[in-house]
Each structure stands twice: as structure tokens, then as C-alpha cells.
């Protein structure tokens, strides 16, 4: 998630949690810093990562365990597969029990299918999941973020939060040369018991 760059912002950034998401999609500087959590015991959402993987022909990479300064271990795969000059990516990170901790997906804002991409991704069936719902507030939320980037002249900008049980999920814009130019970012992760 964004981290603040400057200390004094980064203290306040600190002092904020979920409660505090702004309401309106807004830059990167405004949305406080969370830390993901398991989505639920025992969900490890692996099938429905293999199935959205394989339906957009991206091969994940073998687990890698991965050590944080302060935090337990985890595991983490992503696998990316281009199109011209567009990117679709997907990236998941599991406790070291091997229960998701969020899943990610960038697309370039021009690929033919992003839309479509981003739908799939917004269906996690999470525990507590309402993948409609989810959907319908992707399609809502994309002009809006469209709208705010366009105005902010490019500057990564964020969604307000959907919440749904145990989840949260986010819709960014960013720019980014590694992902063939303007590109969405939706992730969602857990966020502990709702």
C-alpha cells in the first residue's frame, strides 16, 4: 500500500487506519498506510488464483518465501504475460501457514481486454465474498478514477475502499513505463475480522 514520503507525513499516516480511507478516489499521500491480513483461516484462495491465471494464459512463478525486517515470513508468486505493448499481471502473497493475504492485478489501461480482466479479479470468492457487488462497484468506480487521474495530471490516484466481510479491495491509476504507459492496479486484501 502507499507509504507516505515525508516523516512528518509518514507519522500521521501511522496515527490512520481502514476507518480513515478517504471517500472520494484521491492521490496516493491522502490514503493511509494498512498492513494486509489474512483474508480468513484457512482460506488459501490458490484455486481461484490457478483459475484466474490460467483463463488469461499468465503462468505464476513457484512460491517464494519471502522475510520482512519486524514480520513473520511469507509466500509470495506473480506472473505476468504480454501483448504488444501491454501488460496483464497478477501477484499473491500467503501467510507462511498458506492462507491469502491479498491478490493483485495490473493491467494496462489500453489493453483490449482490461475490463474484462478486471472483472475476473474483482470476483475473489473470499469467505463473506459478494463477487456481483464487487463487479458492479469496479464498474462504477473506473470513471471516477479516470476522471480524478486525469485531473491530478497522472499522479497514481486510489479508490475509496469496497468492503466485503474480511476484504477490502482498492482500484489505483498509475503510470507506469514498465506496464506499457497508464495502467489499473486493483488489490484486495484482508483485513481481519469485520
Known sequence: MPSASASASASV?????????PTEPTAAAAVPEVTSQVIGPGYTGGAYVSRLAATWG????????IDFPGRPPVWHSSGVVRHGGTV?????LWSFDGELIY??????????????FLRD?????????????????L?????????????????????????????????SKLSDPSLGGDAYELRSFGTGPS
Open 13 to 21: 499516516a501511522a496515527e490512520r487506519g481502514l476507518e480513515d480511507w
Open 58 to 65: 499468465i503462468t505464476p512463478k513457484e512460491r517464494e518465501r
Open 88 to 92: 496483464m499481471w497478477i501477484a499473491a
Open 103 to 116: 491478490l493483485t492485478c495490473q493491467v494496462t489501461a489500453t489493453a483490449a481486454k482490461q475490463a474484462a
Open 121 to 137: 479479479c474483482a470476483g475473489l470468492d473470499h469467505p463473506g465474498a459478494r463477487p456481483a457487488a464487487a463487479k458492479a462497484w
Open 139 to 171: 464498474d462504477g468506480m473506473k470513471p471516477q478514477v479516470d476522471t480524478a487521474f486525469a485531473a491530478a495530471g497522472g499522479i497514481q490516484i486510489y479508490s475509496p475502499l469496497l468492503r466485503s466481510g474480511p476484504v477490502a479491495s482498492v482500484l
